[in-house]
Each structure stands twice: as structure tokens, then as C-alpha cells.
């Protein structure tokens, strides 16, 4: 066998899972795509987020909460591994409401949840005027917000940079420009390219994004997974002017304000366009109306990997044992557990994270 | 909203051209372009320099006043200042005109946006007092505007043409450092046959020659390990000729070596692109009238690959035929019989290129710069980091895009682009085409969030 583990798809989940089975001394060939695959891991919004997750699944909440609190140190520890700096800020999160109605259900919906986790749900509300304490450039329709002390943000492009850079120096094979076409099982796996290049490994990990709405069915998944666009602004380098993320807007390390995001069911296109934009501007200026003199300097659409109910899917097969699904539309905000607490779960150790509300069989009678 | 049979994007010679004939064969068009007045780059202000600088500037100059009026004089609604910053299916226009975004619907259109300068990044390029020879001519068409104790730097026809201009204007450069060798030279030959049949480019360049030569000012040929050494601001040229180092002390130095197709607009629509080693650069696929792939946008002039003024200007009308053929104005007869004597000309026209491609190729120096050399200006990224995004498992520019950020910044990639291409392509030992280039979205040009906003018809509701 050439390598314990072939994970199938060097975005930031297939290489936060390869990072952490490379610190547990396993060897890992990791098998990407080409410059034109669709690549969430580039184009997503940069949050490590927690609230308005798991609304309707506590699990999720505090799975979520778990790997938001191991974000720093992961960040830290790559930070020093690779010299590359991974910026990080979690100093809470908005969500911002323009209608004291919208405010006032989602309080209530996370009074609920705060319940189900015990009291661990660390937000307040703000109205408009102790918002404005916090963010002086807000503008007169924001009513309030709620503000979430484990929200926070990343910068979503230097950890698939630092990743993409601690995999090889721990050690990892990272092949690029391959297309999965084919996997096998006899003794262990065999894993065929477009290219002819085989690989062969005792597991796999299928963390391929979209591309596991094809690959999955052939190794036994269900893999119920669907794009959705989401198109995202950023402008020109500014001073400070946005203190805390929210899902509007986020300034990043660099200057810009990001703002985000459409949610689209367009199927594979991911293009940009012009209602798409102008609908994101004409709400970000309505949240900080300063943003309207701001040059927008760069636009993009990426595609969301979403399943069904929008929860990450944590699946060994059945028909391939050994062979497993991780797909997830929040890989930022996972990162940090799907590096540190995963390779437990895919090596089968007594303290493994449970993540059985997580498995393909809450899709069974859809 | 207002929908026109063809939408001419550029108001160059191609632009102008298409869109005089387009009207005369009964089409309604619209022009938009950057420019507060027509003329394009290679005319640039035409309408007003040519009365006030045309012996300067030359004759060819000049004629460029013809076309922008032929084009001011039809009926032709020609919004100068008018940014295009989305091209969309439909085919929808967005652009900002007088600070407020508006848009167009067009049944066709036609992408007349040039070229650019190769953007040639040598140690130093960024030094205040640098600037591209063609920055210098639009300093000089636009305003007069002339620089001191110049060096231009690098290769090609228009190094001449800016020298001879400045010999004539009473300021001569104090010399011209040009990269081409004698061996570039003995390889274009073999397209003398084809340079004497376009005998009047290389007259033109004789004379220019002439003009710079009785000027007294002194010209290095085969330069090579060129930076320009300063402060705060370019001091001096630095290069090796003959084996010796050679240091010219100047105030202002002119890079430039040739010219590529600026495709920003025909990649955001993905229309695909093929690599041309003969120019280095990449092209539009276009059939023989300049349609491309996506039915309904043609592309003419330099952004189709270079040829030149008059190549633009007649391409435009070319592709106006197959244009006004689709749009039932003319018989696919009446537009074989135009466009025989149309693709005569264009023969003709392009007949010296291949010479002028040999023998003045791109400085080698530039294409893939050493790694301490700033690649991509508006985000500072240096040829070194296009390597180690290469060494990080990048094939192509957008990968490198999200790991060096060049190709982040205001100009949207325009200048680095190539540059970054040719650097991966050489890291990972893969030709330009596997490399690819960056993929183009709006804006094309920067707009304001303010200008966005307002073509907005929903009433922001807050996120789920």
C-alpha cells in the first residue's frame, strides 16, 4: 500500500483532514484538481462563525462551537509551522436586523437553542443607539443586532495557503490537476485518474466538494449534495471602519470591506451578476451607509456545497468500509475540528467526537 | 429599456469604423468608450491634438481625425466617458457615465477595446520617473507634454515612433537602449518577402531611423540585465551591451516592448483564448469575420491579436457585414462581395507583422523576471511569489491569484496577467495554454458601491 490514507480533494476540508492524520504520523497522498475546479475554498466569506447554525440541530451548534474554539491555537500552530500568519479575529460577531420583528424572532429561536446547549450561547442584543457605541459608521435602518461573543473571522485564503504548506512539509503527497474517475476495493483502495495516475491506500476520504455528487454514489454514498451561488463584493483598501464581522459585511486584515453573500439555486454557474451585485450594495450602504462612495474592486460568485438540511455529512460506507464522506458548507468555521477531532472519528479511537446525527441516514425516506 | 441592433465597445479605429459603416447599412448602434473624446489610444484626442501638434505627431496621426469624424457626423449615439463595467448574456451592458450607473441591451456587440503595452517589470520599473513609452505619448497627444533627459527602453516600432516625435518636438531622448539582437534580426529575413510587400511600415521605420540617427542620439542594441537604479525616483539605466555595463544617467525613463490584446472583456465572457507564441499573448478564438464562440460579440481591431490601426479599422468593417448580414440588412451575397476587398487590404496590411514580430521579440528579461522584480504593482507581489505559489501545488493564475493576491488589486489583473501566466507555465513546465489566465469578472473597471446600489430594484431585507 502505497499510503494510509488518499483524500480526495485538497481544498481547506481535505487538507484540514490530512493535516491532522500527517501529526498523527500517517501517511497521506492528497489528490486535487486543476485551476478551473470549482473551489469553495476560495471563494467562501471567511467567517468562523457559530450563531444561526444548528437552529434546528444542537449538534451542529456545538460542533460548531467546538472547532470555533480551537481556532486560535490551530491557527497559531500553523502560523509557526510555516511562517505564514493566518489571521484570526474572534471578538464576537453580528447579525444585523433592519425590523425590530426579524430581531425579536431570531432572539426567541436562540433562546430555544441556548436552552438546548445548557446556557452555553453567549449572546446579547443590541438596540440601535448601544450598536452604535460598538460601530460608529452604522446607519439609521439598523434597528439592532445580536451580538455572538464566539463569532469571528479569518482570513480564509492565507489557511488554505498555510495549509497547502504544512501538508508538504509534514510530509504529505499532493498531486494536482487530477479528476477522480474511478475507485476500487479489493485488498485496499484503488484510486484512478483521468491522467492514469493510480494510487492505492488502506482509506479514503471523499472531501471533494460538489465533486462528491458524482465520485460518492461510486464508493456507496449518498452524497445528496447541491451548489448554491453565493456572490461576493470586496472593495477598495479603506481605514478602519467596520469593528466586528457580520453576514452583511466584514472588514478583512487587508483594508477591504467584504460584503456578502447572494444565496442562489442557479445549479454550476457561477458567474456574478449585475442585480446580484446591486442587491449586495444597496444593503451593505443600508448597514454602513459610508460604503456608498467605496470602489468595488472585485466581485465573484462561488458555490456552496450544500446537503439537504445544510449539515455537514460525517459517513463511512457501507458497501466500501474505509471509505468515507466529509462534506460540509461551513469549512472555514470546521477547519479547526475537522483537523483536530476528525482523524479520531476516521482512525476509530475511543474518543472519537460523536457524530452520528451527522451520517447519511437522516436522508433515508427523503 | 433602450435596445440597439449592435453596441460598439471603444472608440479606437475599429470602434469608429464599425460603427460609421454599421449605421450606413440601416443598424441602430451605440458607442460607448472611456475616453471624454474618440480616437482611442493610437488617436487619442485626435479631434483637438491633430489642429494644435499634428506636424509634431505625423501624418498618420492625423488621419485619425477623418475616422472620429465620420463617426461624430452619423447617426450614431456615441457616449464618450462612459465606463463599462459588466457585460452580461442578453447581452446587457452596465457602465457609469457622469458618476451614475446605467445600463444597455444590444443584440450584438462588438468589443473594439485595443491593446495594451506589455508590461515589461524589470528591476527598478516601479521607480517614480517610470513610465511606459505610451503613458509618455498620451502625455504628449493630450497635453504637449514632453520629458528631459529621457531613455527609452526596450523594443518595437512605436520606441521609434516616440523617439522621432521627441526629435522633432526639440528634445531628443538621451538614448535608446533596445533589447532586439542582430541574431532576431537574421531570423525575421526570412520574412523579408512579406515586410517589402508591407514596404511602407518599414519606409516608415527607416525614416524614423533616420530622423533619430541625425539627432545624434546614440542607440545600444541587444541590451540585456536592464534595471533602473534611484532612490526615491529613476536615476539611471543600468544595462549590459556587448558584454560591457553601461550606466545613463536621465530623469525619466520610457519602457516598452510591443503591445498584446487586451481581452479583460471578451474573458469575462468566456469567450476562450489561444496562446500565440509569434506575439506572446493570448488571443480571442474568432471565426473569419471576428465572431467569437458566444454567438453575437465579434471583436476587431488589437484585441483580436495585433495588427495595427488600419487592420483595426478595416476588421471593424468586416465584422459590421457579417453583423448586418445576421441582422437581415444585407444578403449573404452583398456581404462576400464587401468583404473580398476588405481581407485584400487586411493581407496587405498585415503582410510586414511577421517581420516586425521576429524582430523585435518581447525582452526575454521581462517575460519572466528575476525573483526579487515587482510583478503585479497594485498589490506588490514580486516574480519570487508566483514560484513559491507554483512550488505550493498552483497551476494556473487563479490559484496563484488566492495565494500571492497578484491579480487582486484596482487594475483587475491587466498588467500581471501574462506576466504571472508565463512565470507558472515556466515553474511547473507546462505551456501557456494548460497555464490559462485569470478568470475575468465585473467590474471590469472599479465602480462605486453608491453607483451598484443604485441600479438596485429590491429593498434590503437583512440576511437569513
Known amino acids: ?366 | 429599456m433602450n435596445r440597439r441592433d449592435l453596441l460598439v465597445i471603444g472608440a479606437g479605429p475599429a470602434g469608429m469604423a464599425a460603427a460609421a459603416k454599421a449605421v450606413k447599412l440601416g443598424l441602430t448602434v451605440t458607442v460607448l468608450d472611456e475616453q471624454p473624446r474618440a480616437g482611442g489610444q493610437i488617436y487619442r484626442d485626435v479631434e483637438r491634438a491633430a489642429k494644435a501638434r499634428g506636424a509634431m505627431l505625423g501624418k498618420d496621426y492625423v488621419y485619425g481625425a477623418s475616422l472620429a469624424a465620420e463617426m461624430r457626423e452619423s447617426e450614431i449615439e456615441y457616449l464618450s466617458g462612459s465606463i463599462v463595467w459588466a457585460i452580461e448574456d442578453g447581452f446587457r451592458v452596465s457602465y457609469t457615465r457622469d458618476g451614475s450607473g446605467a445600463q444597455i441591451e444590444a443584440d450584438r456587440i462588438l468589443l473594439a477595446t485595443g491593446a495594451l503595452e506589455r508590461p515589461m517589470p524589470l528591476p527598478g520599473w516601479t521607480l517614480p520617473g517610470v513610465m511606459t513609452a505610451g503613458a509618455g505619448q498620451i502625455l504628449l497627444k493630450q497635453s504637449g507634454v514632453l520629458a528631459r533627459r529621457a531613455v527609452l527602453v526596450g523594443t518595437g516600432p512605436l520606441l521609434y515612433l516616440i523617439a522621432a516625435q521627441m526629435v522633432r518636438a526639440g528634445t531628443p531622448p538621451l538614448a535608446l537602449v533596445e533589447t532586439q539582437t542582430r541574431s532576431d534580426f537574421i531570423r525575421a529575413t526570412r520574412h523579408l518577402g512579406g515586410a517589402l510587400r508591407g514596404w511602407r511600415y518599414l519606409a516608415k521605420g527607416l525614416t524614423m531611423l533616420a530622423a533619430i540617427q541625425r539627432a545624434g542620439v546614440p542607440r545600444f542594441t541587444g541590451a540585456t540585465d536592464i534595471s533602473v537604479e534611484g532612490q526615491d525616483r529613476a536615476e539611471a539605466v543600468v544595462f549590459t551591451c556587448a558584454g560591457r555595463e553601461h550606466r545613463i544617467e536621465c530623469d525619466t525613463v520610457f519602457l516598452h516592448h510591443g503591445v498584446v490584446p487586451n481581452v479583460q472583456a471578451a474573458r469575462s465572457l468566456d469567450i476562450p483564448h489561444e496562446w500565440r507564441a509569434d506575439q506572446a499573448c493570448f488571443v480571442p478564438q474568432l471565426d473569419g469575420w471576428g465572431e467569437s464562440p458566444v454567438a453575437g460579440v465579434f471583436i476587431a481591431g488589437d484585441g483580436a491579436g495585433i495588427g495595427g490601426a488600419k487592420v483595426a479599422e478595416i476588421a471593424g468593417r468586416l465584422a459590421v457585414l457579417k453583423i448586418a448580414e445576421a441582422a437581415g440588412r444585407l444578403s449573404v451575397k452583398e456581404r462576400d462581395q464587401r468583404a473580398a476587398p476588405l481581407r485584400r487590404m487586411i493581407r496587405r496590411e498585415l503582410a510586414a507583422r511577421p517581420f516586425l514580430d521576429l524582430a523585435y521579440p518581447p525582452f526575454a528579461g521581462a517575460l519572466a523576471p528575476v525573483d526579487e522584480t515587482i510583478i503585479c504593482r497594485c498589490e506588490e507581489v514580486t516574480a519570487g511569489d508566483i514560484r513559491s505559489a507554483a512550488k505550493l501545488g498552483c497551476l494556473g493564475p487563479n490559484q496563484a491569484k488566492s495565494f500571492s493576491r497578484a491579480g487582486m488589486g484596482p487594475c483587475q489583473g491587466r498588467y500581471c496577467g501574462l506576466t504571472v501566466t508565463t512565470l507558472l507555465a515556466g515553474a511547473n513546465g507546462q505551456t501557456a495554454d494548460q497555464t490559462g489566465y485569470y478568470r475575468i469578472r465585473p467590474p471590469l473597471k472599479p465602480v462605486t458601491l453608491g453607483e451598484l446600489a443604485a441600479m438596485s430594484v429590491t429593498e434590503p431585507v437583512g440576511k437569513e
Open chain 1, 1 to 366: 500500500m502505497e499510503t494510509d490514507y488518499a483524500i480526495i480533494g485538497g481544498g481547506v476540508v481535505g487538507l484540514s483532514v490530512a493535516w491532522g492524520l500527517l501529526k498523527r504520523g500517517l501517511r497521506v497522498t492528497v489528490l486535487d484538481g486543476d485551476d478551473g475546479s470549482f473551489r469553495a475554498s476560495r471563494g467562501n466569506f471567511g467567517l468562523v462563525w457559530v450563531q444561526s447554525k444548528g437552529m434546528k440541530q444542537p449538534r451542529y451548534a456545538r460542533w460548531s462551537q467546538q472547532s470555533a474554539a480551537l481556532w486560535a491555537e490551530f491557527a497559531a500552530e500553523l502560523g509557526h509551522n510555516t511562517g505564514l500568519s493566518v489571521p484570526l479575529e474572534q471578538r464576537g460577531g453580528y447579525d444585523l436586523h433592519f425590523s425590530e420583528e426579524t430581531l425579536q424572532d431570531t432572539v426567541s429561536k436562540y433562546e430555544v437553542l441556548k436552552e438546548a446547549l445548557g446556557g452555553d450561547y453567549p449572546y446579547e442584543v443590541l438596540g440601535h443607539n448601544a450598536l452604535r457605541k460598538e460601530e460608529p459608521h452604522i446607519g439609521p435602518k439598523v434597528v439592532g443586532a445580536i451580538l455572538h461573543h464566539q463569532d469571528g473571522h479569518a482570513n480564509p485564503l492565507k489557511l488554505l495557503q498555510a495549509l497547502a504548506d504544512d501538508v508538504r512539509r509534514l510530509g504529505g503527497h499532493v498531486l494536482t490537476g487530477k479528476t477522480v474517475t474511478e475507485v476500487t476495493k479489493t485488498d485496499g483502495f484503488q484510486i484512478s485518474c483521468s491522467d492514469s495516475t493510480t494510487v492505492s491506500a488502506a482509506k479514503v476520504v471523499l472531501s471533494a466538494g460538489l465533486g462528491a455528487a458524482q465520485l460518492g454514489p461510486k464508493l456507496g454514498f449518498k452524497a445528496p449534495v447541491r451548489p448554491q451561488r453565493g456572490q461576493v463584493l470586496i472593495t477598495e483598501k479603506l481605514p478602519k471602519l467596520i469593528n466586528r464581522p457580520s453576514l452583511i459585511a466584514r472588514q478583512v486584515d487587508e483594508g477591504g470591506i467584504q460584503i456578502g453573500a447572494t444565496n442562489e439555486e442557479v445549479g454550476r454557474d457561477d458567474r456574478v451578476t449585475q442585480p446580484g451585485l446591486s442587491g449586495l450594495a444597496a444593503e451593505a450602504i443600508a448597514a454602513y451607509p459610508a460604503l456608498a462612495k467605496a470602489q468595488l474592486v472585485r466581485s465573484w460568485g462561488a458555490l456552496r456545497v450544500l446537503s439537504p438540511d445544510g449539515l455537514p455529512i460525517y459517513q463511512e460506507s457501507a458497501e466500501m468500509p474505509g471509505a468515507y464522506l466529509v462534506t460540509c458548507h461551513s469549512g472555514i468555521t470546521l477547519a479547526a475540528a475537522h483537523a483536530r477531532l476528525l482523524p479520531d472519528w476516521l482512525e476509530g479511537h475511543q474518543n472519537a467526537p460523536d457524530l452520528e446525527v451527522f451520517s447519511e441516514d437522516r436522508f433515508a425516506l427523503s
